[in-house]
């Protein structure tokens, strides 16, 4: 069975950066595309990146390009989120989520990391 185990949210400043990590174990990692969302109070879950099995092509919300960069570490099964002049409308939970590119109803979910922007 899969499982997703993410780190690296906490406080930040408006403007300031953080780094998101996202441990996976359990299932072949290059052959998942893997993705960040993220859910604010009140809203709904929200796509923030995604990422490719093997890390060749990423694609990004319109409310975080250019500010925030998915990549992955095939040696440490680990999907990274850097993030950069956060806002704090980029305050919620960060969930990281795996998908089989093959098998694509083998989904996982990681337990979320909470991110808050606030001075």
């Known amino acids: 069975q899969g499982q997703l185990v993410e780190s690296g949210g906490g406080l930040v400043q408006p403007g300031g950066s953080l780094r998101l990590s996202c441990a996976a174990s359990?299932?072949?990692?290059?052959?998942?595309?893997m993705r960040w969302y993220r859910q604010a109070p009140g809203k709904e879950r929200e796509l923030v990146a995604t990422i490719t099995g093997g890390g060749g092509s990423t694609d990004y919300a319109d409310s975080v390009k250019g500010r925030f960069t998915i990549s992955r570490d095939s040696a440490k099964n680990t999907v990274y989120l850097q993030m950069h002049s956060l806002k704090p409308e980029d305050t919620a939970v960060y969930y990281c989520?795996?998908?089989?590119?093959?098998?694509?109803?083998?989904?996982?979910w990681g337990q979320g990391t909470q991110v808050t922007v606030s001075s």
């Open positions: 359990g299932f072949t990692f290059s052959t998942y595309i």
């Open positions: 989520n795996a998908q089989g590119i093959y098998l694509v109803r083998n989904i996982y």
